[in-house]
């Protein structure tokens, strides 16, 4: 399985800013250039939320209530994806979470199942 290790968490007032990095290595399976990369979150006692994703081919989607205020984007010379969270609310408070998934279509970047690896996650709190 690969490694994948976020960094960036921490606690934040709400309209702040925060990016996380999450960096890859020791895929199994292919290059980290050819997976697709996601960011999820957590609330401790509720079900694991889609955030936002990215193709190998630089495609991004994510979740309605995070548009135009976080951003996902991938360096693949350092093996590392990022998200870069602006005007946070107390209700992005979260445990965060990357996963890669080999070669997955636009149309999978929201779907967790979709994804092989997992990160151990990163926590953002956000208060008001």
């Known amino acids: 399985q690969a490694q994948l290790v976020e960094s960036g968490g921490g606690s934040v007032q709400a309209g702040g800013s925060l990016r996380l990095s999450c960096a890859a290595s020791?895929?199994?399976?292919?290059?980290?250039?050819?997976?697709?990369m996601g960011w999820f979150r957590q609330v401790s006692g509720k079900e694991r939320e889609a955030v936002a994703g990215i193709t190998a081919a630089d495609t991004t989607e994510s979740i309605d209530s995070v548009k135009g205020r976080f951003t996902i984007s991938r360096d693949n010379a350092k093996n590392t994806v990022y998200l870069q969270m602006n005007s946070l609310k107390p209700e992005d408070t979260a445990m965060y979470y990357c996963a890669a998934g080999w070669r997955l279509p636009s149309w999978y970047l929201l779907r967790p199942q979709e994804y092989s690896d997992w990160g151990q996650g990163t926590q953002v709190t956000v208060s008001s």
């Open positions: 020791k895929f199994s399976y292919g290059t980290f250039d050819q997976y697709a």
